[in-house]
């Protein structure tokens, strides 16, 4: 199915949640096309996480609604999470296995079974040696382990990317490279969504931020 | 049924005491429930009426009766 | 679809390897539990013999309750419960490949240790067997109940007292069954009917429970 | 509308005890002891209903999302859990001069423990967790899984009974039920029926100030 490119692929509609009775933000609302990127800011518990875990549906909004290609995400579900790639906060590596172990799991695990042999591929690219590759994860540093999850989702076929802060314990380099490679997916036609406190370029696309947190309704001005 | 006496309908055939306790503890437990939640009712009442305007407290009471 | 559910299986007995002590501490605690008995009951084999049912099954209940917390806390913790949420397999179908994977942790190293602490109960021959075919046969149930509440206390202070105060009362009846067919063997009489009532448990949890685990797991992980 | 629910039950109480003691007649066998049926049947059949109710309002909730519908499965836990005390507490009573034994494991009164269990587990959890959101539909879910079970329990339970002691005399299948025993214990469940609705209804209005409160606090606090 050739993505169309004027069709918005992700649309939020009026978004509204709360933390226990504390709302935290109300009708959000946005809408991206193929080829966007849209930066999420905001003060620390503006409910810059709640946002991108609705969007991902990992949390149910207490009003408004999230669509991919048109449809509810909530009737997609399993349809939606396959062209879904989420990292969060936590980094979601399991501290047993090596980071090479992570990452073919997790490219097996999104039925994209046949390129596992690119997990090394995708771990060099973030600046794991090889020698790394092979350790148990728990022993790499929280920097080397962000970039384990990010490898899992740089490199598969999602065309959706929700990043929650992606460039957090990363040094200058990792992030020009993560950087580069958030650019390049967004230019090849996907979209993108992630919040950040850091200002880091992206060149050659076109991006919109949404402040969250700002008293009247948030709402995606274009820039 | 008539009781003879109001001893021998206390005595309950000699087993008023597992009669009466039970009937005792049931009664027990139903009023102090009840009287529990009014307790919790009167104290909500009042930390609301220290932190709210006097206009929340007779919406309240208002929907009361 | 279904190679995912082989997948996870898969790494979750990777995981097992890796962390070698989980299963092992679960046999030493099994052990030690069952062998603690004679020491309160005396150590005459007629007693033993008698109980021997009702103490292997309420160790095998407490053991598998003890592990239970392992089913979706790490994961929880490190973040890979997100990732096996946003799966774009159905995630009651990932819950059952962990049920699955915890069986073959904790029910059937169970099952295989039992018999040989039938043994120091003074069973010989059929009822060891009938004892390890009814844990290997109800223990699903509790791994899979278990996981109810081990989804519903996922992140919650005080979680384990909490989750065997959930779980335990809805193992009633596989500890009826489980104990009852292996009491019905060491008398002689007739088990068959004990098995099929543990498997059928079983089979109806394994295909309910997930179900209701998934919807705690959504639940937990707002 | 409180009032008159509590108006009613209090005179439907009054209605049954002079039933249960003055209009029953004595038993033959057991004498005068056997009246406490008269709270412990009524009381075992409101545990009951308080678990299915409260199964029922927690489906609700979670198919409708409907924040009132977690509150009344919320505030009938409580009452449940009272009367299943009282029904183990009569129970035994009940048993010690007519069985000889505090405690008969008897299939009713064994499943009537684990159903205590269960109310104990789902206050335990709701007790447990602080955002109201998530505690409504854990909650919910557990009932659910409960109420499942509480059929499975009774059965196997019951099962195991006869097996172990063969079919004893059931405590609450008492001496021949006279006409007047029968209509004393329905006058009583009823009673008992219309105490619940009150509680039940005064803990909601609780709860939603309690909520109501807890917002405005935040609120004011914000403020100040």
């Avoid at chain 4, 009774?154 to 004893?168: E, I, M």
């Avoid at chain 4, 008992?192 to 939603?208: D, G, H, N, Q, S």
């Amino acid at each position: 199915m050739s993505p169309q490119f004027d069709f918005p692929m992700f649309v939020a509609q009026d978004l509204a949640a709360a933390r226990g009775e504390r709302t935290l933000f109300s009708s959000v609302s946005f809408a991206l096309a193929p080829g966007e990127l849209l930066e999420v800011t905001g003060a620390n518990g503006s409910g810059k996480t709640t946002l991108l875990r609705v969007l991902c549906g990992l949390m149910q909004p207490m009003a408004g609604a999230v669509h991919w290609r048109g449809e509810d995400i909530r009737a997609l579900r399993e349809d939606y999470h396959r062209d879904l790639a989420y990292v969060g906060h936590l980094n979601g590596v399991k501290g047993e296995l090596t980071p090479l172990e992570n990452v073919a799991f997790a490219r097996a695990m999104a039925a994209q079974g046949d390129d596992a042999a690119s997990a090394p591929l995708a771990l060099s690219t973030l600046g794991l040696t090889t020698q790394q590759q092979r350790l148990p994860s728990k022993v790499l540093s929280q920097g080397q382990k962000r970039r384990v999850a990010l490898a899992r989702a740089l490199f598969g076929r999602a065309k959706l990317w929700i990043f929650d802060e992606p460039f957090a314990a990363l040094d200058a380099g990792a992030i020009a490279l993560v950087a580069e490679r958030i650019s390049a997916h967004v230019r090849g036609g996907g979209v993108a969504v992630l919040s950040s406190h850091q200002d880091v370029p992206f060149d050659g696309v076109q991006r919109r931020q949404l402040r969250l947190g700002a008293p009247a309704s948030a709402s995606a001005a274009r820039p | 049924m008539s009781w003879g006496s109001a001893a021998e309908f206390f005595a309950m055939g000699g087993r008023g005491w597992y009669v009466w306790s039970s009937f005792g503890v049931t009664a027990l437990i139903l009023v102090g429930e009840m009287l529990a939640l009014r307790a919790r009712r009167r104290a909500l009442i009042r930390t609301l009426r220290e932190g709210a305007s006097q206009s929340a407290i007779e919406r309240i009471e208002s929907n009361e009766s | 679809m279904i190679s995912g559910f082989f997948q996870l299986i898969k790494r979750e007995l990777l995981l097992a390897v890796r962390r070698r002590g989980d299963v092992l501490s679960l046999l030493v605690f099994f052990v030690i539990v069952v062998s603690l008995f004679p020491f309160g009951v005396g150590p005459e084999l007629e007693t033993l013999r008698e109980i021997a049912s009702g103490v292997v099954w309420v160790a095998a209940l407490l053991a598998t309750m003890l592990s239970l917390s392992r089913l979706f806390a790490n994961d929880y913790a490190d973040g890979a419960l997100e990732q096996l949420v946003l799966l774009p397999m159905p995630l009651t179908l990932m819950v059952l490949a962990k049920i699955v994977a915890h069986w073959l942790l904790t029910g059937l190293p169970l099952a295989l240790v039992a018999p040989l602490l039938g043994l120091q109960y003074g069973l010989t021959g059929v009822p060891l067997l009938v004892m390890s075919l009814a844990i290997a046969a109800g223990s699903p149930a509790l791994s899979a109940i278990g996981a109810i509440g081990a989804a519903l206390t996922l992140g919650l202070r005080g979680g384990g007292v909490l989750l065997s105060l959930l779980v335990l009362p809805l193992f009633v009846p596989i500890l009826i069954f489980g104990a009852g067919a292996v009491d019905a063997a060491v008398h002689g009489a007739a088990f068959g009917a004990h098995l099929l009532l543990l498997s059928a448990c079983s089979i109806a949890a394994l295909v309910l429970a997930p179900l209701a685990s998934a919807a705690a797991l959504r639940i937990a992980i707002e | 509308m409180i009032p008159w629910f509590a108006a009613l039950a209090a005179v439907l109480i009054l209605i049954g005890l002079y039933v249960s003691f003055f209009v029953a007649p004595t038993d033959a066998t057991q004498g005068e002891v056997y009246r406490i049926i008269f709270i412990h049947v009524p009381a075992a059949w409101m545990s009951m209903l308080c678990f299915v109710l409260m199964a029922a309002y927690s489906a609700l909730g979670l198919a409708l999302n409907a924040r009132l519908s977690y509150m009344m499965a919320a505030a009938l836990a409580p009452t449940g859990a009272l009367f299943t005390f009282i029904c183990l507490w009569t129970g035994s009573f009940w048993g010690r001069p007519t069985w000889g034994t505090w405690w008969e494991w008897d299939a009713r009164m064994t499943s009537e423990l684990i159903l205590l269990f269960l109310y104990i587990g789902y206050l335990a959890l709701r007790g447990a967790i602080d955002d109201p959101r998530r505690a409504d539909r854990a909650s919910a879910l557990l009932a659910l899984v409960g109420v499942i079970n509480v059929p499975i329990i009774y059965f196997s339970v019951k099962w195991w009974n006869t097996l172990h002691q063969g079919a004893s005399v059931s405590i609450t299948r008492a001496p021949s039920m006279a006409a007047t025993m029968l209509l004393g214990m329905m006058i009583m469940a009823l009673a008992f029926w219309m105490y619940t609705i009150a509680v039940v209804l005064a803990r909601v209005r609780c709860e939603i100030l309690e909520r109501d409160a807890a917002a405005r606090e935040r609120f004011t606090g914000a403020q100040a």
